[in-house]
């Protein structure tokens, strides 16, 4: 099966400019996880959605990110405006309903300048 | 936001000799992963150990359990340059996750270099 597929793979923006990220889960994943990768740091979850619904967004920091997942199956993550902070890489995880195991796609990696 | 703690943060070793990562967390737990992380192939699941489990093998990897120490340990045996990368502990803890809300808490990860 196809894995999960990020894009792009690698972007960079000036401090306060916007950005967005696409992940496309593998088909039948329900769950569809962000998180965020700071260098030499294990990822932090930033959004969970369970087909379109929220189910936690706790560490997500609305004031300047958003993530949506209209149809249940893409997601799309945005940041307005970026900080320097937000340097990191973001990956997307699906997983399929009943299993525990998450399947990574290959991040995007943001420098914000 | 709880998170395990990997031992060592470094590991060097030379190809063919055994490299063993440990995990500690805080909360009681539903089951424990380790995920292992390199540029090629990004986060890739290795193993999954259950609460109810002491011991788990997949190959060359061996995953150990204690719950009652709240620790985990993962051994590579006979290592190759190949298993150069980064390996992290995740655990689903419980009660918080139930039914659909499954969120895994990270630890900081090993950093497993292996010299030709």
């Known amino acids: 099966e196809a894995g999960v597929a990020q894009s792009p793979r690698y972007k960079i923006i000036e401090k306060r400019q916007s950005v967005a990220f696409w992940c496309n889960p593998i088909s039948g994943h329900a769950t569809l996880y962000w998180y965020q990768q700071i260098l030499g740091q294990g990822p932090k979850l930033l959004i969970q959605?369970?087909?379109?619904?929220?189910?936690?967004d706790s560490q997500l920091p609305k004031d300047r990110f958003s993530a949506e997942r209209l149809k249940g199956v893409d997601s799309t993550l945005k940041i307005q405006p970026a900080k320097l902070e937000d340097s990191a890489v973001y990956l997307c995880?699906?997983?399929?309903?009943?299993?525990?195991?998450?399947?990574f796609g290959p991040g995007t990696r943001l420098t914000v300048l | 936001s709880q998170q395990g703690e990997e031992d060592p943060q470094a590991l060097s070793i030379q190809e063919g000799e055994n490299a063993t990562m440990n995990c500690s967390y805080k909360t009681s737990i539903n089951n424990l992963q380790w995920y292992r992380q390199n540029s090629g192939r990004g986060l890739v699941h290795l193993i999954l150990?259950?609460?109810n489990e002491r011991e788990k093998h997949s190959g060359r990897l061996r995953v150990t359990l204690d719950t009652s120490k709240k620790s985990s340990s993962l051994l590579i045996t006979a290592s190759r340059a190949a298993d150069t990368a980064s390996y992290f502990c995740a655990t689903d803890p419980r009660p918080y996750n139930a039914g659909n809300n499954r969120k895994l808490i990270w630890g900081l990860g090993t950093s497993l270099a292996v010299n030709p």
């Open positions: 995880a699906s997983r399929r309903s009943g299993y525990n195991e998450q399947f």
């Open positions: 150990i259950r609460s």
């Open positions: 959605f369970q087909n379109n619904g929220v189910v936690d």
